[in-house]
């Protein structure tokens, strides 16, 4: 009996050196089939992280609208008229539109410049109010935002972003209390915002000055006119559908035609967030068809070389039959082969390609190109099952096998 109860690796050895360079190449391709998936799925894991992180801060469900010039006749007007977004259109968009969440101005100067001491950095100043937080939420670093207090009294202050903050200030140091200059005039800080969303919203928030709006209208002449309106929808509601009513809203207040495209600029957050969303999720599904179908044609050829393996072996097993090896026996050996081949190839695999993604992961700053335990935990579980399906064949050639044939075939 010693005979069938050798150890299964004493087994597979000696299939292996029976079969040695269709085994290391079938090896090979599982090999590779599970590097290249595992390599696929955290590659692009990495790249959604990092063109998520272009949106990091903004409320998905957002919208944006600035005045354009007309480009239709309406009621008197020539086509190819200027118009200004207006306080006054702030209360009649919350007014008219229930499902409004926030409305809030947005304010902006150009091609300024801070100045603290003898450091300087260039600079975009924005004027909004408190309430722009539902839209994009800063990252606070040092000190706060700005309030309701400092729009109505309108203070002379501002919240810095990070590359200002870089480029006046030392590291470490808290600007809060202290004051800095764009164009001249002296602002206190009372805050520094670490947010570093890639969508610029009239200026990258990392380049950024933000002014209570009432404070930057007074200082540059502004008088009531708005830059951009920035919503967000409240629950349930698609934010599409109010900028739609928006723009109908605000013809009717501006005297342009609802349906002139060109009088009005709109940027629907939601919409770009569905579109980015639906292109990863069809990566996904074709990172696994390609890696499945990798895997499946390495695990075919696993299937093909324990034929042969079998096949070789007529004798022996004909011969092991004869002296009362029981099915059962004959079955597990060659399943066991196939299983074993089959997972330490995938695991050598699984090794590789996570030891390449850490590497890829450390160089990178923003997004994360791990593969995480379960879905490696997945690929492991399909190859196991496809091993078990690669040794049911030559299994079951391997029950067909007779001792007299095989007596006869020697």
């Not at 706060?144 to 919240?159: A, F, G, T």
């Not at 639906?278 to 093909?304: C, E, Q, R």
Request: aromatic fraction near 8%; charged fraction near 20%.
């Amino acid at each position: 009996m010693k005979y069938f109860n050798r150890d299964i690796l004493q087994e597979l050895t000696e299939a292996i050196t029976r079969n040695r360079t269709r085994s290391i190449l079938t090896g090979f391709g599982v090999f590779w089939g599970i590097f290249m998936l595992l390599i696929l799925m955290g590659g692009g894991k990495g790249v959604k992280d990092e063109i998520t992180m272009q949106f990091d801060g903004f409320a998905t469900n957002s919208g944006f609208i600035g005045a354009m010039q007309t480009s239709k006749p309406y009621k008197g007007f020539k086509s190819g008229r200027s118009w200004e977004l207006e306080t006054k259109d702030i209360e009649k968009l919350k007014q008219n539109i229930p499902e409004v969440k926030a409305v809030s101005p947005m304010v902006s100067v150009w091609s300024s410049k801070a100045v603290f001491g003898v450091n300087e950095a260039s600079c975009h100043a924005k004027g909004v109010r408190p309430d722009y937080t539902e839209i994009e939420a800063p990252k606070i670093k040092y000190g706060r935002y700005l309030n309701e207090i400092d729009v109505l009294q309108e203070r002379k202050v501002c919240v810095i972003g990070k590359s200002v903050y870089t480029n006046l200030f030392e590291e470490g140091e808290d600007p809060c209390g202290k004051f800095i200059q764009i164009d001249g005039i002296s602002y206190m800080v009372v805050g520094v915002d670490y947010a570093q969303g890639g969508i610029s919203i009239n200026g990258n928030s990392s380049e950024s000055v933000t002014i209570p709006i009432t404070v930057i209208q007074k200082i540059y002449n502004r008088g009531e006119d708005i830059d951009i309106l920035c919503l967000t929808a409240k629950d349930g509601f698609k934010i599409k559908d109010i900028l739609e009513k928006a723009k109908t809203i605000l013809a009717r207040n501006h005297y342009f035609d609802p349906d002139d495209k060109k009088a009005i600029m709109t940027l629907n957050l939601e919409l770009l967030f569905g579109i980015m969303d639906n292109l990863f999720k069809g990566v996904n599904l074709l990172i696994w068809i390609v890696g499945f179908g990798t895997i499946l044609a390495a695990v075919i050829g696993v299937s093909n070389i324990m034929m042969v393996s079998v096949k070789e072996r007529t004798t022996e097993i004909g011969i092991r039959r004869a002296i009362g090896a029981t099915p059962s026996v004959i079955i597990t050996q060659i399943m066991e082969e196939s299983v074993l081949l089959t997972l330490v190839s995938g695991m050598i695999g699984i090794i590789v390609s996570v030891g390449i993604l850490s590497i890829v992961d450390m160089a990178s700053s923003d997004g994360s190109f791990q593969v995480s335990f379960g879905s490696a935990m997945i690929v492991l579980s399909i190859l196991l099952v496809l091993g078990v399906l690669a040794g049911l064949a030559p299994a079951k050639r391997a029950m067909e096998i007779k001792p007299v044939d095989a007596m006869r075939e020697e």
